[in-house]
């Protein structure tokens, strides 16, 4: 890729989109010995996405919130992410096969290279480590009011996480991506 494009900053990026929503997650929580916590669940139907891209070696992440996933917001999700990186970047993103990931109509931006995983792989997608942690730690044992509620928590969950560059590269740690790294 370096050969590819001279003088730009070559960056990797691992890409996915994660659902949350009203029907919440039960996530394991600290109680007295003994005792039998009450943990509400709510179960509406009602559901937000977070896309977002994550480069591990860096800690920046890229985020947008959604209420569907498609080729639209796909194509949306990429110019946000070819806007925040500098002029000198240019990103590998790497991302499962969803059908929005793949389609046709999908408008590539001139600073973003695509590199589709194998199929049923996301163990090599480490912002699914991202989706887990972010779940568990604020989306879970939760009732949202309404729609907006839920958007607002998903956006104050991604912010929250942002800042702490040196906890999303921990989370996102690869590696085989470290250079140096012998394995």
């Known amino acids: ?34 005792s039998r916590p009450t943990v509400v669940k709510q179960t509406r139907y009602e559901w937000a996405y977070l896309y977002g891209a994550v480069d591990p070696l860096t800690g920046d992440s890229s985020a947008l919130l959604a209420r569907h996933v498609n080729t639209e917001t796909m194509n949306e999700f ?14 590998v993103l790497v991302m499962d096969r969803a ?15 695509l590199l589709h995983l194998p199929p049923y792989s996301p163990e ?3 912002i699914e480590r991202l989706w887990l942690y972010i779940k568990s730690h604020f989306l879970s044992n939760r009732v949202f009011a309404d729609y907006d509620h839920l958007l ?16 999303l590269k921990s989370i996102c740690a690869t590696p085989w991506l470290t250079p140096g790294n012998p394995t």
Do not use: C
């Not at 900053?9 to 007295?32: S, Y």
């Not at 059908?99 to 290279?113: C, M, Q, Y």
């Open 152 to 167: 607002r928590a998903g956006t104050d969950a991604y912010r929250a996480m942002e800042p702490q560059r040196e906890l």
């Open 99 to 113: 059908g929005w990931h793949v389609s046709r109509g999908l408008v590539i931006p001139a600073n973003i290279t």
């Open 78 to 91: 990429l110019k946000v992410l070819s806007g925040e990186v500098g002029p000198d970047d240019h990103v």
């Open 124 to 126: 090599l997608n480490p």
């Open 1 to 34: 890729m370096r050969e590819e494009k001279p003088g730009k900053n070559v960056r990797v990026f691992f890409q996915d989109e994660a659902r949350f929503g009203q029907k919440g997650t039960l996530t394991k929580t600290w109680a007295q010995k003994g």
